[in-house]
RNA sequence: GCCGGAGUGUUGGAAUUGGUAGACAAGAUGGACUCAAAAUCCAUUGUCCUCACGGGCGUGCGGGUUCGAGUCCCGCCUCCGGCACCA
C-alpha cells in the first residue's frame, strides 16, 4: 500500500465526529432527506455482513447530503428481547450491563467503517426514556379499543418458556430457538390489527417504491378473501353453525360438513350419543398435537358426531364430522365439504367414503380429483348453466332473500398476540384489582419500570412475578390492593415506531413533538433485511396508521422507498455468529482499511442478491484505491502546464460520463456497477497522464473523481481532495455536475450485421440517418463478401447503432 | 402444493427500453523489474476449427415470436426465499 490508511481513516472519522458534519435540525428552506436502517440488536460483534448493509446506508446518507438534501441519518438499538436475556441467563450479567458493553462496542465497530450518524438522536429501546412510551402507546391503543386481552390459544415455546406470534413460529419451531412449539390456553394482550387489515391491504398499492415480493409477501399474509357466510340447521337436533365458503356458487355439490375439533358446538352436538366418546378422544388427541405432528400425518383425519346437517338450498342432510383439516382460527371454524370442487374435501371424501358431486362441469378428460376452475354449473338446481361469476352472485341474492346467509370478507391476518412472560422488555402498563378488575396505569405514573430480579429464567410466567414488592400495588381507581401485570411486551412493539422517535428523541413530555414529525416523515428510503417483510414491516405500517388516526402523524405510511438488501453468504450458510462462519473486520482494517472493505462490499454484487464473501476480493478494491492514490498525488506521472490539446477533452469527457453513470447506478441502487465505473475513469486517466496530461484539466478531472468516490470510500477521498489543494470538507460538497455537451457520444460504433450477425464495425457521426447508415453498411467490403450471391431481401437501419442486412 | 426470485467464462458479476454477450474485478499463464521474493507494470485468458486472416458454437433444457432474444411468449429442470390444510 503506498498510502497509510490506519492514519487518514482514524483522522477523518474525528473529523467528521469534531465538525458534526451529519448532525442535522429541522429545516424547512432546504428539501429533507429522512434515511433509516432498520436498528439492529446490539450483538457487539460485527462482522462483514452487516458492514455490507451498513456501507449501503452510509453511501445514501452521504450521497443526499452531498445533492444537497438536509439529509438525517439517525441510529439506535433494539435492545429489548430474548438475546440479551438469554445472554443474561447464561452469564449472570444484568442485561442493561451487556447492553450498554455491546453498544459501545459496536459504536465504535461503526466508527471504523466510517459510517457517519446524527449520534444526537441515538436511542435505545431498553432505556426507560424509550420504553416509556411503547407504555403511552399501549394505552392510546387500549383507549381506542385496540388494545384487548383474552384467552386464547396460544403458540408456546417450551424452551423458551414464552408465548410465540404466529409470525415467529415457523413450520411448527420457535422462530428464535427452533423447539417444538405447543398449543396452550392463556390470557393474552392483543393488538387489533385485524380492524386494519383492509387499509393495510389496499395501501400496499400505493408503495410503489417497495420490492414487489415484499409487497407480494405482504398481501399474502393479510391474505384477503372474498366469499359468503351462511347458516346450517342441525337435523336431529334444535341448534344450528354457521359456515364461510370461498365458493357459494358449489353448495349443491355439498356431501358433508365440518366443525373444527374447537369448535364450541361439537359438544353439543354429541352430548349423550353415542359417538360422543369417539369424539371427545379425536378432540384431546388434536389438542395435544402440535402443529408439525397435525401437518406430518399429511393425509386427512376426522371423525362422523352421528348428527347431519340440512342443505338450505335443496333440503339434502349431510353428515357432519368433526375434523383437524378446519381451523376454529378462520372464517367460522366450520365449513361445507364439497369434495367435487375442492381438493381436500375429496381427498377426505375418499378416505371416508362418502359422497362426490359434481357442480362445476369440469374439462373433458378431468378425472380423479376436485376441479377448482372455472366451468359452467351443473348438478346445480337453479344454478344450472351459470358461469362461475353469475352462480355466485346469484346464489348469495338466494342467500341474502332467504334470511341465513350474506357476503363477507374474511382475513388470514390474526391479532397481533403482544404479550411475552419473558423479563427482558417493557412492562406492560395494567394492573389487575380485585374490585375494579383490569384498570390502565394513569399516564401520570409512566414508565412502570422494569424491576432489578436476580433470576432471569422463564418458569413458565414472567420473571417479574416473582418480584413481590413491584407487583403488588394499589388501583389507581378505588386505591386498594392490586397486582400489576407481569407480561412484558414483545418486542416488535418497540420497532414499530423508533423511527418517529429519532425526530424528537430527548421529547421528555410527549411521544414526540408532532411538527418535527411532520418535517422529517416519511422515511426516504428505508433499508434492512427481506427477513422483516412481514412482520417488522406491518406491524410499524399498522402504528403508524394509528397514529394518524390519533392526528399525531400526517402520514398513514411510514416508509417511501424501502431495500431489503440481500445476504451475505460463506460456505454455504447465512453469515452469522451462530452459523460459526463469521469473518471480523479487524485484520482487514489493519490491512486493506476501511475504504479498501467497503468498495468491496458495495462491488462484490447486487445489493438486493445475496453475495458469497470471497477473501482475497478486498485485495482488488484496495488495489484500485492505490491506483486513486498515485494518480492524484502524482506519483502514477507527472503533468505538465501546457495549452489544450484534442486528447484533454477526452480525459474531461471520462469524467463527466463517470459522473453521469455512477449518479444513476447510485439513484438505482446498482452499486456494484457504480465502482466498475469509477475503476475505468481511474485508469483512463492514469493512461490519459502518462501519455503526457495537462495539469489543469487532471485537476477537474481528479476533483470529479473524488467526489464520485467519496460516498464509497469517504477517507481516501478526503484525504486526496485536501492534499490537492482543496480546503473545503468534501462530504458538504456539491455532488459533480456533468456537461451534457460532453457527455453525449459524438463518433459510435455502427454495428452492421448480415442475418443477425455482426460482419463489420466503423465508427460513424452520431446524428447519422437511415439511409446513410445503410449505404455505408452495403458499402463495407465485408458486408458484401458475406452477402454474395444471395438476394438481400430488406435492410434494418436502426441508426446511429446498428445495421442489419437481412439475405435469402 | 401455492406465491415470489434466480440460473451467463475457472470464480464474483456486467449487458438500464429486444440491437457488439462476457464490462469491471478475482484467479491462472507468460513477460518486464529484482541476487531472489513480494509489490508494481505489460500481455493473454468463453469454447472449438485454423500457422494465420478468419470462421463455427455459446447465456439451465426444449419449442416459439422477431430482421435480430441473456432480455419477450409457451412447456420443463434445478436452486433460493416466503407461505403452508385459510374453506
Given at each position: 500500500?503506498?498510502?497509510?490508511?490506519?492514519?487518514?481513516?482514524?483522522?477523518?472519522?474525528?473529523?467528521?465526529?469534531?465538525?458534526?458534519?451529519?448532525?442535522?435540525?429541522?429545516?424547512?428552506?432546504?428539501?429533507?432527506?429522512?434515511?433509516?436502517?432498520?436498528?439492529?440488536?446490539?450483538?457487539?460483534?460485527?462482522?462483514?455482513?452487516?458492514?455490507?448493509?451498513?456501507?449501503?446506508?452510509?453511501?445514501?446518507?452521504?450521497?443526499?447530503?452531498?445533492?444537497?438534501?438536509?439529509?438525517?441519518?439517525?441510529?439506535?438499538?433494539?435492545?429489548?428481547?430474548?438475546?440479551?436475556?438469554?445472554?443474561?441467563?447464561?452469564?449472570?450479567?444484568?442485561?442493561?450491563?451487556?447492553?450498554?458493553?455491546?453498544?459501545?462496542?459496536?459504536?465504535?465497530?461503526?466508527?471504523?467503517?466510517?459510517?457517519?450518524?446524527?449520534?444526537?438522536?441515538?436511542?435505545?429501546?431498553?432505556t426507560p426514556e424509550y420504553y416509556r412510551w411503547d407504555q403511552w402507546l399501549f394505552l392510546q391503543l387500549y383507549h381506542r379499543g385496540l388494545a384487548y386481552k383474552a384467552a386464547a390459544p396460544v403458540n408456546w415455546c417450551p424452551r423458551d418458556q414464552t408465548v410465540l406470534a404466529n409470525e415467529q413460529v415457523i413450520e411448527g419451531h420457535c422462530e428464535r430457538c427452533g423447539a417444538e412449539v405447543e398449543r396452550r390456553r392463556l390470557s393474552q394482550w392483543f393488538f387489533r390489527i385485524t380492524d386494519y387489515a383492509e387499509r393495510l391491504l389496499a395501501d400496499i398499492d400505493t408503495l410503489d417504491d417497495w420490492p414487489d415480493r415484499v409487497r407480494t409477501m405482504q398481501r399474502n399474509w393479510i391474505g384477503r378473501s372474498e366469499g359468503a357466510t351462511f347458516t346450517m340447521q342441525v337435523d336431529e337436533i334444535d341448534a344450528a353453525f354457521e359456515v364461510y365458503t370461498t365458493r357459494p356458487d358449489t353448495v349443491f355439490g355439498m356431501t358433508f360438513a365440518v366443525l373444527a375439533p374447537e369448535h364450541p358446538l361439537v359438544d353439543e352436538l354429541v352430548a349423550g350419543t353415542d359417538r360422543a366418546e369417539d369424539v371427545r378422544a379425536y378432540q384431546q388427541k388434536a389438542a395435544r398435537a402440535s402443529e408439525i405432528e397435525r401437518l406430518a400425518e399429511g393425509d386427512k383425519t376426522g371423525v362422523f358426531t352421528g348428527r347431519h346437517a340440512v342443505n338450505p338450498v335443496n333440503g339434502q342432510r349431510v353428515p357432519i364430522f368433526v375434523a383437524e383439516y378446519v381451523l376454529l382460527g378462520y372464517g367460522t371454524g366450520a365449513i361445507m365439504a364439497v369434495p367435487g370442487q375442492d381438493q381436500r374435501d375429496w381427498d377426505f371424501a375418499v378416505?371416508?367414503?362418502?359422497?362426490?358431486?359434481?357442480?362445476?362441469?369440469?374439462?373433458?378428460?378431468?378425472?380423479?380429483?376436485?376441479?377448482?376452475?372455472?366451468?359452467?354449473?351443473?348438478?346445480?338446481?337453479?344454478?344450472?348453466?351459470?358461469?362461475?361469476?353469475?352462480?355466485?352472485?346469484?346464489?348469495?341474492?338466494?342467500?341474502?332473500?332467504?334470511?341465513?346467509?350474506?357476503?363477507?370478507?374474511?382475513?388470514?391476518?390474526?391479532?397481533?398476540?403482544?404479550?411475552?412472560?419473558?423479563?427482558?422488555?417493557?412492562?406492560?402498563?395494567?394492573?389487575?384489582?380485585?374490585?375494579?378488575?383490569?384498570?390502565?396505569?394513569?399516564?401520570?405514573?409512566?414508565?412502570?419500570?422494569?424491576?432489578?430480579?436476580?433470576?432471569?429464567t422463564p418458569k413458565g410466567a414472567s420473571p417479574l412475578a416473582a418480584v413481590e414488592d413491584w407487583v403488588n400495588t394499589v388501583c389507581p381507581d378505588c386505591g386498594g390492593p392490586a397486582r400489576r401485570e407481569t407480561d412484558t411486551m414483545d418486542t416488535f412493539v418497540d420497532s414499530s415506531w423508533y423511527f418517529l422517535r429519532y425526530c424528537d428523541p430527548h421529547n421528555q413530555e410527549s411521544i414526540f413533538d408532532p411538527a418535527k414529525v411532520a418535517y422529517w416523515m416519511p422515511v426516504d428510503q428505508y433499508i434492512g433485511g427481506v427477513e422483516h417483510a412481514i412482520l417488522h414491516l406491518l406491524y410499524a405500517r399498522f402504528i403508524t396508521k394509528v397514529l394518524n388516526d390519533m392526528g399525531l402523524v400526517e402520514v398513514d405510511e411510514p416508509f417511501r422507498r424501502l431495500f431489503t438488501q440481500g445476504m451475505l453468504v460463506k460456505d454455504g450458510a447465512k453469515m452469522s455468529k451462530s452459523k460459526?462462519?463469521?469473518?471480523?473486520?479487524?485484520?482487514?482494517?489493519?490491512?486493506?482499511?476501511?475504504?479498501?472493505?467497503?468498495?468491496?462490499?458495495?462491488?462484490?454484487?447486487?445489493?438486493?442478491?445475496?453475495?458469497?464473501?470471497?477473501?482475497?476480493?478486498?485485495?482488488?478494491?484496495?488495489?484500485?484505491?492505490?491506483?486513486?492514490?498515485?494518480?492524484?498525488?502524482?506519483?502514477?506521472?507527472?503533468?505538465?502546464?501546457?495549452?489544450?490539446?484534442?486528447?484533454?477533452?477526452?480525459?474531461?469527457?471520462?469524467?463527466?460520463?463517470?459522473?453521469?453513470?455512477?449518479?444513476?447506478?447510485?439513484?438505482?441502487?446498482?452499486?456494484?456497477?457504480?465502482?466498475?465505473?469509477?475503476?475505468?475513469?481511474?485508469?483512463?486517466?492514469?493512461?490519459?497522464?502518462?501519455?503526457?496530461?495537462?495539469?489543469?484539466?487532471?485537476?477537474?478531472?481528479?476533483?470529479?473523481?473524488?467526489?464520485?468516490?467519496s460516498p464509497m470510500a469517504p477517507h481516501?477521498?478526503?484525504?486526496?481532495?485536501?492534499?490537492?489543494?482543496?480546503?473545503?470538507?468534501l462530504a458538504r460538497e456539491p455532488w459533480p455536475e456533468w456537461d451534457p455537451d460532453l457527455v453525449r457520444h459524438e463518433r459510435v460504433t455502427l454495428i452492421m450485421q448480415v442475418n443477425g450477425k455482426v460482419r463489420d464495425r466503423l465508427e460513424v457521426d452520431a446524428g447519422i440517418g437511415a439511409e446513410e447508415a445503410e449505404r455505408l453498411a452495403l458499402a463495407s467490403s465485408r458486408v458484401k463478401e458475406r452477402i454474395g450471391e444471395g438476394q438481400v431481401e430488406k435492410v434494418i437501419s436502426r441508426p446511429p447503432k446498428l445495421v442489419n442486412v437481412v439475405v435469402s
Open positions: 500500500m503506498s498510502y497509510d490508511h490506519q492514519k487518514i481513516e482514524a483522522k477523518w472519522q474525528e473529523r467528521w465526529a469534531a465538525e458534526r458534519t451529519f448532525n442535522v435540525v429541522e429545516d424547512p428552506s432546504r428539501p429533507k432527506f429522512y434515511s433509516v436502517q432498520m436498528y439492529p440488536y446490539p450483538s457487539g460483534e460485527l462482522h462483514m455482513g452487516h458492514l455490507r448493509n451498513y456501507t449501503y446506508v452510509d453511501l445514501v446518507t452521504r450521497y443526499r447530503t452531498m445533492r444537497g438534501f438536509n439529509t438525517l441519518a439517525p441510529m439506535g438499538w433494539d435492545s429489548f428481547g430474548l438475546p440479551a436475556e438469554n445472554y443474561a441467563i447464561q452469564t449472570g450479567t444484568h442485561p442493561a450491563d451487556s447492553t450498554a458493553s455491546q453498544i459501545v462496542k459496536m459504536k465504535e465497530q461503526l466508527r471504523r467503517l466510517g459510517a457517519v450518524y446524527d449520534w444526537d438522536r441515538e436511542l435505545a429501546s431498553h378416505k371416508y367414503g362418502l359422497e362426490i358431486i359434481r357442480t362445476v362441469q369440469p374439462p373433458d378428460d378431468f378425472e380423479g380429483e376436485a376441479y377448482p376452475g372455472d366451468g359452467v354449473a351443473v348438478n346445480s338446481g337453479f344454478l344450472d348453466g351459470l358461469g362461475l361469476d353469475e352462480a355466485k352472485e346469484r346464489i348469495i341474492a338466494w342467500f341474502e332473500d332467504q334470511g341465513i346467509g350474506h357476503r363477507n370478507v374474511n382475513y388470514r391476518l390474526r391479532d397481533w398476540l403482544v404479550s411475552r412472560q419473558r423479563y427482558w422488555g417493557a412492562p406492560i402498563p395494567f394492573v389487575s384489582c380485585d374490585a375494579c378488575g383490569l384498570v390502565p396505569v394513569p399516564e401520570s405514573d409512566l414508565p412502570v419500570l422494569l424491576p432489578e430480579v436476580e433470576d432471569y460459526g462462519n463469521v469473518v471480523a473486520p479487524d485484520e482487514y482494517y489493519d490491512r486493506y482499511g476501511a475504504d479498501a472493505i467497503r468498495l468491496f462490499e458495495l462491488f462484490m454484487g447486487p445489493p438486493t442478491d445475496d453475495a458469497v464473501w470471497s477473501d482475497n476480493g478486498v485485495e482488488g478494491t484496495a488495489r484500485f484505491l492505490d491506483r486513486v492514490w498515485k494518480l492524484a498525488t502524482g506519483e502514477a506521472g507527472e503533468v505538465a502546464d501546457r495549452g489544450l490539446e484534442p486528447r484533454d477533452r477526452d480525459a474531461l469527457v471520462a469524467a463527466h460520463r463517470a459522473a453521469a453513470k455512477v449518479t444513476d447506478d447510485i439513484e438505482r441502487f446498482s452499486f456494484n456497477t457504480a465502482v466498475p465505473a469509477l475503476m475505468t475513469l481511474t485508469n483512463e486517466l492514469t493512461d490519459y497522464v502518462r501519455r503526457g496530461g495537462r495539469r489543469e484539466t487532471l485537476d477537474e478531472a481528479v476533483g470529479i473523481l473524488l467526489r464520485l468516490l481516501i477521498a478526503h484525504e486526496l481532495w485536501e492534499r490537492t489543494g482543496r480546503d473545503t470538507m
